[in-house]
């Protein structure tokens, strides 16, 4: 088993930035990829960014790109997404998974293990 723990969620404005944190607990060694998903009112769970656990490899959904940095610190198993100039379109509850594959996947049912979910807010 696999616990994540996701903080740094809030509410700020257009333009501003946020870092989410998520900390891995339990049998970390058996992770390849992490990944944070988002999921607004009334819409499904999407991919946001994805990091290969050993070698660093990331992906990023087009509407993040040049924006979302995500990054980890193997030391303390926990996985960062930096988000800068935010948007209103942002705003929705942040997921972090885990995946114990091999790839960097973008797809959420793929992914073996998710968090509780914190909630990210924009106002325009």
């Known amino acids: 088993q696999v616990q994540l723990v996701e903080s740094g969620g809030g509410l700020v404005q257009a333009g501003g930035s946020l870092r989410l944190s998520c900390a891995a607990s339990?049998?970390?060694?058996?992770?390849?990829?992490m990944g944070w998903f988002r999921q607004a009112p009334g819409k499904e769970r999407e991919f946001v960014a994805a990091?290969?656990?050993?070698?660093?490899?990331?992906a990023f959904a087009e509407s993040v790109k040049g924006r979302f940095t995500i990054s980890r610190d193997k030391a303390k198993n926990t996985v960062y997404l930096q988000m800068d100039s935010l948007k209103p379109e942002d705003t929705a509850v942040y997921y972090c998974?885990?995946?114990?594959?091999?790839?960097?996947?973008?797809?959420?049912?793929?992914?073996?293990?998710w968090g509780q979910g914190t909630q990210v807010t924009v106002s325009s």
């Open positions: 998974a885990a995946d114990l594959g091999v790839q960097l996947r973008t797809t959420a049912n793929e992914y073996d293990y």
């Open positions: 339990g049998r970390t060694f058996s992770v390849a990829a």
């Open positions: 990091i290969n656990w050993s070698g660093g490899r990331t």
